[in-house]
């Protein structure tokens, strides 16, 4: 597992307060791990500052699975 | 209870009127106050009469990037945002017959469409200290309504559904939202009026009398302070009695 998916699924762990084996990747945030629109507002604003980024708004909404954040994380990391 | 101490406030149209009083008010309650003014020359006024306590900034409020930029800057220099104070407002009165689209439009992008700026650039910060206060000074006649002031009203009107349904959104990140709403009050606005059409007014007054800007004021520190923590999505209405809503 890369160094990026890790640090994704901790952000997911800690922001919605759910268990590691519940973040597998088709999981999606609002259906699969109770996460409400404001949770997942959070959570984009916590990937934003662990990977130093700014995450657009338009983009920001199409992140709705655990896949989807750790795709988006490797397309626009500078690491 | 009412105590500011710590706490950093923003404070738009401060220069003046109700703004003014506002300002000073956060600031004799502890807080740090930054003020904003259209000018630069209010904005030095500001700094003059909160001297240690705070500063003024030039801001006009319906410049995004300019907002977005203060936002910042405050919060860089200052490293927060505790409580964000909507005051800052225009009039341009006129029937809707006569009414221009330009003194429609100017009118909503000041007294509405400015708030969404400012409360959307706050917002990130207050979610993640889960806590912050923002007061939005709306009016009386966005309740009752008021000839020639159909713009104005509808601004005002929108600033309470505005406010009740941010509320809603962000109640559970320790953010209230709250308006209130002033009635005639003693400022630059009401000193345009002939003696006539204030005994008129203070004929639908039971105070009989102008309210002061310090006795708005004294609502939103209220507002602002850890004693109104669990009030949130209200309006508190300081009219002398003129509309008991």
Known sequence: MSNIEERVKKIIIEQLGVKEEEVKPEASFENDLGADSLDTVELVMALEEEFETEIPDEEAEKIKTVQAAIDYVKAHSQE | ?245
């Open chain 2, 1 to 245: 209870m009412f105590d500011l101490t710590g706490q950093v406030a923003l404070v738009t149209g401060a220069s003046r009127g109700i703004g003014r009083a506002i300002a000073e008010q956060l600031a004799a309650a502890g807080a740090t106050v930054i003020g904003t003014a259209t000018s630069d020359k209010g904005a030095t006024a500001i700094s003059d009469y909160l001297g240690e306590r705070g500063c003024g900034m030039a801001l006009n409020v319906t410049d995004s990037e300019a907002v977005s930029g203060l936002i910042k800057q405050v919060e860089s220099d200052y490293q927060k945002i505790d409580i964000l104070v909507n005051n800052a407002g225009i009039t341009q009165d006129n029937l809707l017959m006569r009414m221009k689209d330009d003194e429609w439009q100017s009118v909503i992008d000041t007294n509405l469409t400015a708030i969404f700026r400012l409360c959307k650039a706050v917002m990130r910060g207050m979610m993640k200290r889960r806590h912050g206060r923002i007061i939005n000074i709306s009016s009386v006649v966005g309740t009752t309504g008021n000839p020639g002031q159909t713009n104005y009203c509808a601004a005002k009107a929108g600033l309470v559904g505005f406010s009740k349904s941010l509320a809603k959104e962000i109640a559970a990140r320790g953010v209230t939202v709250n308006c209130v709403a002033p009635g005639f009050i003693d400022t630059d606005m009401t000193k345009a009026l002939t003696e006539d059409q204030k005994s008129a007014i203070f004929a639908n007054i039971p105070a009989t009398r102008l309210g002061e800007p310090e006795e708005v004021a004294a609502a939103v520190v209220f507002l602002a302070s850890k004693g109104a923590a669990y009030i949130t999505g209200e309006t508190i209405h300081v009219n002398g009695g003129m509309a008991m809503i």
